[in-house]
């Protein structure tokens, strides 16, 4: 992504870009979720959608569907679209509040676009200009990330990148300005550059290792360390949803492509073993599976610095936060975004890393308190880690947007960084936490009213998602891969 990030966005005479892989190292290739700002990546670059789609066996992904999170039974879908008709945003959840208390059965899951299109197992490309309920959602892709790198590779090469195969063994460095000078290769060969972007993954040969930019730990707030991945044969509805189900030590995730279907439990070694959350992921699937479990090992938080003298950290090298949200990728894409605009000259000016690591750690921040909700939001009492994270403390920006909803129904709009009041809101509601008031423009108007209008704006959706075709038939109509 950085190699075709940069070589896209920036003029060859400013930018030529030397790509170093590993083929013996290989990439972690888990990614198979996104989200919606994905899109706008591929569309900046240049990349044609179903093009793209095909070469990665892709499917669309209209939110994320949370089973047993609030309390054992409870699902509910955090949907990439507003609750309620455009326009209404700040109002339509103190109105469906108001409904709720007046006895209007359901979720608010019931007003939201994208959720009803999902597990209708609906999709429909959102219409560009119009105002209707029918458009108040965005998507994005499940897809399989490694088929996304190498289709990636291809073009990146195309367009001028160098690419280069072996293993970095050695990184040289300034002894006066600190500055990294070259990176050698096992077999000897040596490349230069002016700067340098540290892709290595949990590595982070380049800014961790070799640059000693600190690590910071968010394991207290996010226990899970561990993750087993298995791929299972397809079958049965190609949801256009990721499906996250809550599980004794962690969580499942369920993610349909068009030849498979991706699953994995997600961890923590202080609450269950391997072996035990190898027999409860095995037994929770519901498709053959077509190779063994995959370990992987991590912790959750990020570098101090993700920039730091010429060299910046972009995935994993720079940080991790556990796959919940499909968040991993975007990190990467928007560091990419944040970069660009302050590329530097020949020598890095500090300023620059200073406003990128300003930037880079909001999206961090911002992407932990979200996940933080997820697990301590929660009334479940079978388990040893969902006792934890309700009684663990939480960083203060959490607590402070929390106890604005308790009080109020108030979801803080901020301007940078994910994720957005609809996102919150499907959160706070889905696991459970209603707000002691209401606003008082919720009733402006009389309780028989209201009732009509959500009555009458549920029958809107569901007429509008009869009519959609089934995702299945889009996708491949659209990107099939056996079209
Ligand atoms: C369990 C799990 C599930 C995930 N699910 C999602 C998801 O659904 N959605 C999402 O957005 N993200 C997800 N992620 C994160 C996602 O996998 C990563 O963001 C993504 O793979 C990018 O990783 P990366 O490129 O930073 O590192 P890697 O994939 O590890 O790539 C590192 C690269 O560096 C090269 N390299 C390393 N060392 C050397 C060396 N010495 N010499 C030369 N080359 C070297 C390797 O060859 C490789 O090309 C998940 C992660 C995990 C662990």
Redesign the pocket.
């Known amino acids: ?1 950085a190699a075709t990030g940069l070589v896209s966005l920036l003029p060859p005479a400013r930018c030529r870009v030397h790509l ?16 919606p700002q994905m899109k706008s990546f591929n569309d900046l670059c240049g990349i044609d959608e179903a093009e793209m789609m095909r070469a990665t066996n892709a499917t669309f992904k209209l939110g994320i569907q949370f089973v047993d999170w609030g309390s054992l039974g409870s699902s509910y879908i955090h949907p990439f679209g507003i609750h309620g008709p455009p326009g209404t945003e700040h109002i339509f959840h103190h109105k469906w509040l108001r409904a709720s208390r007046e006895g209007l059965p359901g979720q608010i899951d019931d007003f939201s676009f994208a959720c009803r299109a999902g597990v209708a197992n609906r999709f429909d490309f959102p219409p560009k200009s119009s105002q209707s309920i029918g458009s108040s959602y965005s998507y994005a892709y499940h897809f399989d ?1 490694s088929l996304y ?1 190498r289709y990636l590779r291809t073009i990146a090469e195309r367009r001028g990148v160098r690419r280069t195969e ?4 050695n990184v040289e460095t300034d002894a006066e300005s600190g500055n990294i000078v070259a990176l050698r ?1 096992e077999n000897g060969e040596e490349i230069r550059g002016d700067f340098f972007i540290d ?5 982070s ?1 380049l800014l961790g290792q070799t640059l000693d930019s600190p690590w910071e730990d968010w394991t207290k707030w996010l226990p899970c360390d561990r ?1 087993l ?1 298995v791929p299972t044969e397809r079958a049965g509805e190609l949801t256009p949803y ?1 499906r996250s189900t809550a599980m004794e030590a962690g969580w499942r ?1 369920r ?1 349909p492509l068009q030849h498979r279907t ?1 699953n ?1 439990y ?1 961890f923590s070694s202080r609450f269950i073993d391997e072996d035990r959350a190898a027999e409860q992921l095995l037994s929770a699937l519901d498709e053959p599976t077509l190779a063994e479990p995959r370990l ?1 090992k ?1 912790g959750a938080g990020r570098r101090t610095e993700s920039w730091r003298k010429n060299c910046v950290a ?5 940080g ?1 936060l ?2 919940l949200e ?7 894409q928007i560091a990419i975004m944040h970069f660009v605009p302050l590329f530097p000259e020949r020598r890095a000016d500090p300023s620059l890393a200073a406003e990128f690591n300003r930037r880079v750690d909001l999206e961090y921040d911002r992407i932990r308190d979200f996940l933080i909700l997820h697990y301590h939001l929660n009334q479940r009492d079978d388990s040893e880690l969902w006792r934890y994270c309700r009684s663990m403390s939480v960083p203060d920006s959490l607590t402070e947007k929390m106890e604005l909803f308790r009080h109020s129904g108030f979801v803080e709009k901020y301007r940078d960084g994910l994720f957005t009041p609809p996102s919150w809101l499907a959160v706070y509601f889905g696991q459970g936490l209603r707000p002691e008031h209401y606003h008082p423009l919720a009733d402006a108007i009389p309780a028989a009213a209201l009732m009509d209008e959500m009555d009458d704006l549920r029958a809107d959706i569901d007429d509008r998602v009869d009519a959609m075709l089934k995702h299945s038939t889009v996708v491949e109509r659209y990107a099939g891969i056996n079209g």
């Open positions: 992504m170093i892989e590993s083929d013996e190292i290989g990439i972690v290739g888990v990614g198979e979720a996104t989200l990330a790198g072996g293993k970095v063994a290769l892709c290595s993954g949990f590595r040969l993750a991945a990721t995730w993610i991706g994995g997600v992987l991590f972009l995935g994993l090298s720079s991790f556990e796959p499909s968040t991993s990728i975007y990190l990467a």
